[in-house]
């Protein structure tokens, strides 16, 4: 992502912020009364952008097969540093992955900050936008809790080394780095579905990071729409003591998010969820059925319900989730000690400035440089062997898995909302 230089991306008065809605008509009604439902985050962000507010909707909108490229220079702008007064920076996505796909996020993603919001109804539109406006106006404080959640199974390689060499040794970076901030970390037989819960509707902590496997399930599974992504917990006693079907009891959905305990409070919380699906699924791949056969064609692209309950439920204080919109590959690489560090390194400078206060979409922006990194590297090999190398798979597979899942990583949420920490409480607010 990349402002003109001499713009600070956290201030939009000098990067901007614009809603991107579908195009239609401007009297389409359900456009029309989802406006109506985020006046209050509209109003918050037009006063704090001023001339760098915009609107894409309307005949402005996204248009179906629309690329980034063509988006841009419909609306005057082009490749290259954002120039805010034509395309803001900052631009939250208004609309399922049925409608403006995950193809288009991401081309977009590369040079502005983006997120994105869909909800099945107005009423779930306006209790974010009034939650993301009440916390922004309660004010700024000093110090809060983080909290890094990593089931530990049976016999299961992946989420062992998921807890022990990467979940709780990227808390003790962070907390070395950010010593105002309390952090602890919730691993093993203490990562319940029960646990999880009450760090998500109960607890006050303002950001959980929560790793392991993500829910998955074939096309034709009626439980599919509903809690693929949802977060594996330590209740799965592991492979070899449970072969049947994992049960919902295993795991934590959208269905488990219950009333918010008290009244909203004034601090927010962000997420971050290193796990497959665990914001959306794009268009299906080929797919076997649950009963071994073909699978039928399921819907096409959708947003995981989890983030979407978090985040509309009324009395919520969730203002953003990272996550993944498709399956995490590289965790089948995950066990390369290098590959470890690297992610640790990676994570820990996106928490960092997230915990320092800058908005989550700027604060994304060291995976998409990890992305850009790795796609050109694996771009140089793959022209190598075009003219004549024979391709190391063992060089060659973790580089694309490691471009695809950086690809993947998205927000679902304003791009431009922030813990309110004071400047310079957890040291050096990055630039």
Same mark, same amino acid.
């Given at each position: ?54 609107? =894409? ?21 082009? *490749? ?80 062992? #080394?998921?807890?022990?060499? =990467? ?55 009626? /439980? ?20 049947? *079907?994992?049960?919902?009891? =295993? ?101 960092? /400035? ?7 979409? #700027? ?34 597979? *973790? ?15 304003? *791009? ?16």
């Amino acid at each position: 992502m990349a402002l003109i230089v001499t713009l600070d991306p956290r201030e939009l008065s000098q990067a901007g912020w614009g809603l991107v809605m579908p195009a239609s008509e401007d009297s389409d009604a359900r456009g029309a009364a989802i406006r109506e439902a985020l006046t209050p985050l509209l109003a918050l962000r037009c006063a704090q952008a001023g001339a760098l507010f915009r609107g =894409f909707f309307g005949a402005q909108g996204y248009r179906p097969g629309e690329t980034k490229s063509k988006f841009l220079a419909r609306n005057g702008a082009g *490749p290259g540093p954002v120039r805010p007064e034509l395309v803001p920076y900052y631009l939250l996505i208004v609309g399922g992955p049925g409608e403006i796909p995950y193809t288009f996020e991401e081309q977009m993603g590369v040079q502005h900050a983006v997120g994105r919001i869909c909800f099945d109804t107005p009423e779930e539109y306006a209790h974010y936008a009034g939650t993301v406006a009440a916390i922004e106006r309660a004010g700024a404080w000093t110090s809060g809790s983080a909290v890094f959640f990593a089931p530990r199974h049976h016999e299961d390689l992946l989420s062992t #080394h998921t807890s022990k060499r =990467f979940t709780q040794p990227l808390a003790r970076s962070v907390a070395a780095q950010c010593p105002e901030w309390q952090t602890s970390v919730v691993s093993g037989p203490e990562a319940t579905r029960a646990r999880l819960g009450d760090l998500l509707h109960r607890g006050r902590s303002e950001f959980v990071f929560a790793a392991g496997h993500g829910m998955v399930f074939a096309g034709d599974d009626p /439980r599919r729409a509903a809690h693929q992504g949802a977060l594996l917990c330590q209740d799965w006693p592991g492979p070899r003591e449970w072969t049947d *079907p994992i049960p919902p009891e =295993f795991y934590f959905s959208a269905d488990d998010v219950g009333p918010y305990a008290g009244s909203l409070p004034p601090r927010g919380r962000i997420l971050l969820l290193a796990a497959s699906y665990s914001l959306g699924t794009p268009v299906p791949e080929p797919q076997r059925s649950s009963s071994g056969g073909a699978a039928p064609a399921s819907t096409g692209a959708f947003a995981a319900r989890l983030p979407q309950r978090l985040l509309g439920q009324p009395g919520g204080y969730t203002l953003a989730v990272i996550g993944a919109h498709d399956r995490r590959l590289g965790d089948a690489m995950a066990l390369d000690p290098t590959a470890s560090q690297r992610n640790i390194d990676l994570y820990r400078a996106v928490i960092h /400035r997230i915990l320092a206060g800058a908005p989550i979409g #700027h604060a994304r922006e060291p995976f998409t440089e990890r992305h850009a990194e790795a796609a050109s590297e694996l771009a140089v090999m793959l022209e190598e062997v075009e003219f004549g190398r024979t391709a190391d798979p063992q060089e060659l597979v *973790p580089m694309w898995m490691e471009s695809q899942d950086m690809r993947a990583l998205s927000i679902f949420g304003d *791009p431009a909302v922030r813990l309110g920490v004071s400047p310079g409480s957890t040291g050096s607010t990055p630039g």
